[in-house]
């Protein structure tokens, strides 16, 4: 795989526009490292899928640079870029065979013909379709036009490959095949890859790093485990992953630190990861699997008493439904071999206790 410290693709300070008002995307500032898999994830309308049609050149930026291996992008037209591609709807020739729909874009590059061959043939390996080559693309399942679309988009060796919710028609069992696939390919390929989801655990799935989109700016650019346990706004801790929020005031601050006082008075130390002054309004988050649970009275710092709602079983684990301080639902995680969670009825009280690391603090 190739080095992932060099600068392979740099948006500077990009800004785009449809109507000359509203800002889709906001002074992006971006590097991609080469050989890299970076994810733009982030809710409908966040300007991540238009950063990568800017980045393919189906749209171009209002203002700003985008860069790739050292080439200004921004009037090069897409299919001068080096790109390959792959459509949320995979885009595939109805009329053409797989192994034409493989053929087009080495056409276009007017490859000479045994060339074509060769490429086709090993980019239909690579996906595990070569016994597809002469099938129409309404002979095959999704699954299986997802994997000629991603083998058109390898067939010409681009530089840089970029995939646009590629997974979201597939079912949920076949969509996580596909992700670890996808990885094994990135892994053995190392070309870089940009991926556009609003899928959260699809992202953290198979990235090296995630860019948080929100209104148009990157929250939080971060490789997944940091995103996950230190996200830095409270977008990204609701976006990424379950989370409990309590709301409160702060009522005194000492250095990283601060104490969070709940509706009920309960006060709580936390992590103060958005720096707050005392007084302020603010919400701590803390992960399900981080909260623990007993029957007995609360006790101790960071020990919240609270009622239990219901349980939900899910296979592996069971998530306790309890109500906080201020009529706020909390979800505990709880695991089989401690199925003390399974046995309470509704209306049990129970101690809520965490560390302060775990509960992080923002405005």
């Not at 530089?159 to 095949?177: F, I, N, S, T, Y």
């Not at 899928?199 to 997944?224: N, P, W, Y």
């Not at 439904?321 to 695991?335: A, D, F, M, S």
Request: hydrophobic share 40%; aromatic share 6%; with cysteine.
């Amino acid at each position: 795989m190739q080095s992932q410290s060099q600068t392979f693709v740099s948006f500077r300070r990009v800004r785009k526009t449809y109507d000359g008002e509203s800002l889709v995307v906001r002074d992006l500032n971006l590097d991609i490292r080469k050989g890299e898999f970076l994810t733009l994830l982030g809710p409908s309308g966040s300007g991540k899928t238009t950063c990568l049609m800017m980045l393919a050149g189906f749209e171009y930026p209002t203002d700003g640079e985008i860069w790739l291996d050292g080439q200004l992008l921004n009037r090069i037209p897409p299919h001068k870029r080096d790109i390959g591609m792959v459509f949320q709807n995979y885009a595939l020739f109805p009329h053409m065979t797989v192994e034409q729909n493989l053929e087009y874009p080495l056409k276009v590059r007017k490859m000479p013909a045994t060339e074509r061959d060769t490429r086709i043939k090993r980019a239909l390996g690579m996906v595990n379709m070569a016994q597809f080559a002469k099938r129409m693309p309404a002979q095959l399942s999704g699954g299986q036009q997802q994997r000629v679309a991603l083998a058109r988009a390898l067939v010409f060796n681009p530089k840089l490959v970029l995939m646009d919710e590629p997974l979201g028609a597939l079912d949920k069992q076949l969509r996580e095949h596909m992700q670890l696939e996808l990885k094994a390919l990135h892994q053995s390929l190392g070309l870089t890859f940009v991926y556009v989801t609003h899928d959260q655990s699809e992202a953290l799935t198979m990235s090296d790093r995630v860019a948080v989109f929100d209104q148009g700016v990157i929250q939080q650019l971060d490789k997944v485990d940091a995103l996950y346990e230190t996200p830095e706004n409270l977008f990204v801790a609701n976006f990424i992953g379950d989370s409990n929020a309590m709301r409160g005031t702060v009522v005194s601050t000492d250095g990283n630190y601060c104490t969070l006082r709940i509706d009920d008075a309960t006060t709580v130390r936390a992590l103060n990861a958005g720096k707050l002054g005392v007084g302020a309004t603010a919400t701590g988050i803390v992960r399900p699997e981080r909260v623990s649970i007993s029957t007995g009275p609360a006790q101790g710092r960071n020990t919240i008493t609270s009622e239990t709602l219901g349980a939900i079983y899910f296979g592996d684990h069971v998530r306790l439904r309890c109500r906080l301080p201020g009529n706020t639902e909390c979800i505990v995680k709880v695991p089989l071999e401690q199925d003390v969670a399974a046995r309470m009825p509704p209306g049990s009280t129970v101690a809520l206790s965490f560390h302060e690391d775990h509960l992080r603090v923002f405005g």
